[in-house]
């Protein structure tokens, strides 16, 4: 076995939290070639090989319009319900003990999915997910952004409302495109969701300037940065996310599938652990971009040139900087300990 591969033998089983994942980025290209053939109105291919080429996107916008096409396929509560219950299967698969699913409510209740249907169907799923598979799963519902304030005002109502709200969401986010969609306007719904109890998560800074990211940080009061990407080319906010202990969501594969880096030996990721950021590894949307989570901590090993405990120690600051309880971080955590010595071990 080459170093290489021993290194990708102790991935895969490596016990890992995943804080940056999309819902429907996540359907995999079965369930997205079955829905397509269910539904032959839709411009998205039934041929999962045809699925590649779908999936090989131009631009940022491509993929939220390829994203969008997806979304379209899903139109009934088992929809959401399969979908979620699969995700879980393939995070489970993955040894991933604990995810914060993004997931965005407005697309399927504007789309007709009843929103009372909507979350039992992720709660079904996630109770599920939990006691078939041992994989705890946490909620962000984020807006899209571009869809405008109609989006932010019913994302908002539906996280917040007592109501509604499902068991499972722990945080509140802000996806899609950035650019022409200025971050402050969405102050207010942050204010009401962070009062509310959940955690402010936007995305920032994937397609735009560090400016973004000071945004989602003045305005949102981000406690931590979806991507971030851009953050290196303002010293001054790298050396704010290191001494706030504010951790970036990064994506290596996803930055390259939607150019918004060229390759990914030009990905800042190291820029960020030099200054002392406390950086997850995350895979956003994983067929979407042909990754997975094993794939993106390989491109992380590579990169930042880790060894076993190093990836360890990687997977320990997404436990740590997630919203799972005290007591379920340090049972992941121990996990990931004892597997490291026991692989390590003469
Ligand atoms: O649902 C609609 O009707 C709708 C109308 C206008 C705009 C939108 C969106 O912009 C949806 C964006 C969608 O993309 C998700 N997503 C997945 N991966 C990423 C990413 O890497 N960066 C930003 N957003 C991403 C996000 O969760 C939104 O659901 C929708
Ligand atoms: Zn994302």
Redesign the pocket.
């Known amino acids: 076995m080459t170093t290489t591969d021993h290194l990708h033998a102790f991935i895969a089983d490596l016990p890992k939290a995943e804080l940056h994942v ?4 996540s359907a995999s290209p079965r369930i997205v070639s079955e829905l397509a053939a269910r539904h032959p109105d839709s411009k998205v291919p039934t041929d999962p090989e045809a699925l590649v080429d779908y999936f090989t996107f131009t631009d ?1 916008a491509h ?2 319009d390829v ?2 096409s997806v ?1 379209d396929l899903i139109r009934t509560p088992e929809d959401v319900r399969l979908l979620t219950y699969e995700v879980a299967r393939e995070l489970a698969r993955q040894q991933v003990r604990y995810a914060e699913l ?1 997931i ?1 409510p ?2 399927s209740t ?2 007709g999915i009843d929103e009372r249907a909507f979350m039992e169907a992720i709660e079904d799923a996630r109770k599920a997910a939990e006691s078939e598979f041992g994989t705890v799963l946490r909620w962000c519902f ?1 807006i ?4 405008g304030l109609e ?1 932010a005002e019913e994302t908002t109502r539906l996280a917040t409302d007592d109501r509604l709200r499902p068991e499972g969401l722990v945080s509140f ?1 802000l ?3 950035e650019i022409g969609v200025p971050r402050p306007q969405f102050k207010p719904y942050f204010d009401r969701a962070i009062a509310a109890g959940l955690h402010s998560v936007p ?1 920032a800074g ?2 735009t300037g560090p400016e973004t990211v000071w945004d989602a940080l003045t305005h949102l009061r981000a406690e931590r940065i ?2 971030g990407t851009s953050s290196f080319q303002d010293p001054a906010l790298l050396t704010h996310l290191a001494d706030h202990r504010i951790p970036l969501e990064v ?1 290596p594969t ?1 930055n390259i599938a ?1 150019r918004a880096v060229r390759t990914l030996d030009e990905h800042p990721i190291k820029e960020f652990v030099k200054a002392g950021i406390v950086v997850t590894i995350n895979s ?2 994983p067929p979407m971009f042909g990754t997975d989570l094993n794939s993106e901590y390989a491109v992380a090993a590579r990169l930042l040139n880790l060894d076993e405990q190093g990836l360890a120690a990687l997977a320990k600051n997404a436990v740590d900087v997630s919203f799972l309880d005290e007591p379920g971080k340090a049972r992941i955590k121990d996990e990931i300990d004892s597997y490291t010595a026991t692989w390590l071990a003469p």
Request: glycine share 16%.
């Open positions: 999309h819902h429907v980025g940022f993929f939220i994203y969008l979304v993004t965005t407005f697309s504007r789309r984020d899209p952004g571009e869809a989006a986010g996806g899609g495109p995305h994937e397609t979806g991507h994506c996803s939607t956003d949307d």
